[in-house]
């Protein structure tokens, strides 16, 4: 993000950023790994709310159900 020029390269930059950590999220997630894709969907709502994008906002709140269903799925075990 630091060698983006304009404010359209940034945002860019953060939506490419949410995208593959969104991906990255669901492969490890079906992988079975307990703990990462929580982290890396994190990552990706951070990098969605920078962008400004309504749309990726809108992701992001999706995002954070997924994450409230695993803790209450987590909860259960």
Do not use: H
């Not at 304009?6 to 079906?30: F, W």
């Not at 790994?33 to 709502?45: G, Q, V």
């Not at 906002?57 to 075990?77: P, W």
């Amino acid at each position: 993000m630091q060698n983006a020029g304009t404010d359209d390269e940034r945002k860019r930059a953060y939506e490419l950023q949410a995208l593959v950590y969104r991906v990255t999220s669901g492969m490890l997630d079906r992988l079975g790994e307990p703990e990462l894709p929580r982290i890396t969907a994190e990552r990706s709502m951070a990098a969605a709310e920078r962008t400004g994008d309504p749309l990726l906002k809108r992701e992001r709140r999706s995002v954070k159900a997924d994450l409230r269903e695993m803790a209450d799925f987590v909860g259960v075990l």
